[in-house]
């Protein structure tokens, strides 16, 4: 069982609608991510909170806004998205950031069970 | 871009086989830790190894690491219809980047 908690499992929504994705965990982890991945693909980084900061945003269009209100909390806000944006968004947390914890001591990254987002 | 290549892209094996799958990658890592991803899941994080390690183990699975040929490998000893899944390698430096990943399909 996961404790990345991720809702909504399933979203449809149009080209001119505004949706968000939420995530949730409880893991009192400082780092917390989120990935897209497309059918038959591996994970592609999209955006790195870090101490509820942005600290990567790997050129990720603007119609994707991420928001981090507090440690336990992630967003990610939709808006104007195209068809090609449908995937599965995974949500992630980590004890720190990988690069911040000297030598090596290992960083493992927690997964939710992700949102299939379909646009139409 | 992809950090990790993996091979083979598939894989199907008869329940109660071994099954190998490996990872090469291109840079300088600090760890390298393999993931496993049922149809549509999330990622369930399977074991980390790190760069001054060489092999290891947990339950029936053995990893190994050669950061001179930059490449590991996964063993799953005495598979089970339950390992059925896609497994990736994934490596950190300042973030995690996965590999292409092998679909593992285990027939009963």
């Known amino acids: 069982d996961t404790e990345v908690t991720q809702t909504p499992k399933h979203l449809v929504m149009g080209m001119t609608n505004k949706k968000s994705l939420k995530c949730e965990q409880h893991?009192?982890?400082?780092?917390m991510y989120w990935y897209k991945q497309k059918a038959k693909k591996p994970p592609e980084l999209m955006f790195v909170?870090?101490?509820?900061?942005?600290?990567i945003n790997e050129s990720v269009p603007s119609r994707f806004s991420p928001e981090c209100p507090n440690s336990s909390l992630l967003n990610l806000h939709l808006h104007a998205l195209q068809p090609e944006d449908s995937a599965l968004y995974l949500c992630?947390?980590?004890?720190?950031?990988?690069?911040?914890?000297?030598?090596?001591?290992?960083?493992?990254?927690?997964f939710g069970e992700g949102s299939w987002l379909t646009v139409v | 871009s992809q950090q990790g290549e993996e091979d083979p892209q598939a894989l199907s094996i008869q329940e109660g086989e071994n099954a190998t799958m490996n990872c090469s990658y291109k840079t300088s890592i600090n760890n390298l830790q393999w993931y496993r991803q049922n149809s549509g899941r999330g990622l369930v994080h399977l074991i980390l190894?790190?760069?001054?390690?060489r092999e290891k183990h947990s339950g029936r699975l053995r990893v190994t690491l050669d950061t001179s040929k930059k490449s590991s490998s996964l063993l799953i000893t005495a598979s089970r219809a339950a390992d059925t899944a896609s497994y990736f390698c994934a490596t950190d430096a300042v973030k995690l980047t996965f590999g292409t990943g092998t679909r593992l399909t285990i027939i009963p």
């Open positions: 190894i790190r760069s001054n390690e």
């Open positions: 893991m009192g982890h400082r780092a």
């Open positions: 909170y870090s101490y509820e900061k942005l600290s």
């Open positions: 992630a947390s980590s004890q720190d950031i990988f690069g911040r914890r000297q030598g090596n001591s290992g960083n493992t990254i927690y």
